[in-house]
C-alpha cells in the first residue's frame, strides 16, 4: 500500500459484548507516546447497543430473556462493510495498522480476506486467529479445554435463536458466576478493576462468529504483515490456543510469519494496564511508516 504521509493511525476493534470505550486506557497510553488511534463500534455495540429495562436494577429475567435485541441479524459481512469504511477514510492520512483483541480478531481476518490493500500491518492482541478451523471446532480441541470460560455460561439469558443475539446477563449478584468470570477474564485485577470493566459490557453480541469461509486466506489476509501479541495469563483464551493460531497462520504463509509478542497479563488486564502493548504498538507504527 502507498501513502503520501507516514503517520499512521491505529484502529482498534473491540471484542465479544464490548465497545469503543474499552480501549480508551490504551489510547491514552498511545496519544501520550505520540500516536493517533481510532476505536471503533462494531455494529450493533456502542450507541447502538440494546440495554432492556429489564436489565436495569432491580432486574426482571424472564422480561430481559425476550427483550427484542438490535443485535439479530447483523452479520460478520456487516462488521467487515463497517470497518472498511473506517479503514478508507483513516488510510487517506498514512498507513493503517489494525488492531483487535478477543473476538475481535475474527473480524480482523474477515476485513484481511476482503480489503488486504487498506492495511499496512494486523495485529492480534490475544485475538481469535482462524486458519485451519472455525471458532467452534477450536473451542473442542484441547487447547482451548482449559478455558475458564466454561464455568461462566450461567450468564447467558434466553434463547439465542429465538432472541437472534446471544445475552449475556453481566449485572447478575451471583457470586459464584461472578467470581469464575473474574477468574477468567481479571485474574490479575483488583475487584474494582473487574466490577468496572463489568459495567462497559452490552448484554448482546453476534451470533455470527464467522465459518469455513472467513478463515483467514493465504492469498489476500496472508501478504498483510501481522503481530501476534500473547497474553499468558489469559484464562479466556488459553495461551496453548493462541500458540495455534500463531503456528497455524505461520504454516499457511511461511514467507510472511506472525512476529510475536509476550505479555503476562490476563486477557482483560492487557486493556486496564496497557502501558507495555502501547510500547509494542509504537515500534509498529514506525516499521508501517516505512511499509507504506
Not at 463500534?41 to 432491580?58: E, I, K, N, R, V
Amino acid at each position: 500500500m502507498t501513502s503520501t504521509t507516514t503517520t499512521t493511525t491505529f484502529v482498534l476493534v473491540h471484542g465479544s459484548n464490548g465497545n469503543a470505550s474499552n480501549w480508551s486506557a490504551l489510547q491514552r497510553e498511545l496519544a501520550l507516546l505520540g500516536h493517533r488511534s481510532l476505536a471503533v463500534d462494531l455494529p450493533g455495540h456502542g450507541s447502538g447497543a440494546t440495554f432492556p429495562a429489564a436489565y436495569q436494577a432491580p432486574q426482571d429475567l424472564a422480561a430481559l430473556a425476550a427483550a427484542p435485541s438490535a443485535m439479530a441479524g447483523v452479520t460478520l459481512a456487516d462488521n467487515v462493510e463497517h470497518v472498511t469504511g473506517v479503514l478508507r477514510r483513516a488510510a487517506e492520512h498514512g498507513p493503517v495498522v489494525l488492531v483487535g483483541h478477543s473476538r475481535g480478531g475474527i473480524t480482523l481476518t474477515a476485513v484481511g480476506n476482503a480489503a488486504p490493500d487498506l492495511v499496512d500491518r494486523l495485529v492480534y492482541v490475544s485475538a481469535w486467529c482462524c486458519v485451519d478451523s472455525t471458532p467452534a471446532e477450536y473451542m473442542q480441541g484441547p487447547e482451548y479445554a482449559t478455558s475458564a470460560l466454561g464455568d461462566t455460561m450461567g450468564l447467558l439469558v434466553g434463547d439465542p435463536a429465538a432472541l437472534g443475539a446471544i445475552r449475556m446477563n453481566w449485572r447478575t449478584a451471583d457470586p459464584d458466576l461472578l467470581a469464575a468470570l473474574r477468574t477468567a477474564m481479571l485474574a490479575d485485577g483488583s475487584e474494582d478493576e473487574f466490577r468496572s470493566f463489568l459495567n462497559t459490557l452490552e448484554p448482546d453480541e453476534s451470533l455470527d462468529a464467522g465459518g469455513p469461509d472467513d478463515r483467514a486466506r493465504a492469498a489476500t489476509w496472508g501478504r498483510i504483515p501481522r503481530t501476534y501479541v500473547r497474553l499468558t495469563g489469559d484464562r479466556s483464551i488459553p495461551v496453548a490456543l493462541q500458540d495455534r493460531f500463531v503456528a497455524e497462520a505461520d504454516a499457511l504463509t511461511p514467507e510472511n510469519p506472525f512476529q510475536v509478542h509476550t505479555l503476562d497479563s490476563s486477557h482483560v488486564g492487557v486493556l486496564i494496564r496497557p502501558r507495555q502493548a502501547a510500547k509494542i504498538l509504537a515500534g509498529l507504527a514506525v516499521e508501517s511508516a516505512g511499509e507504506g
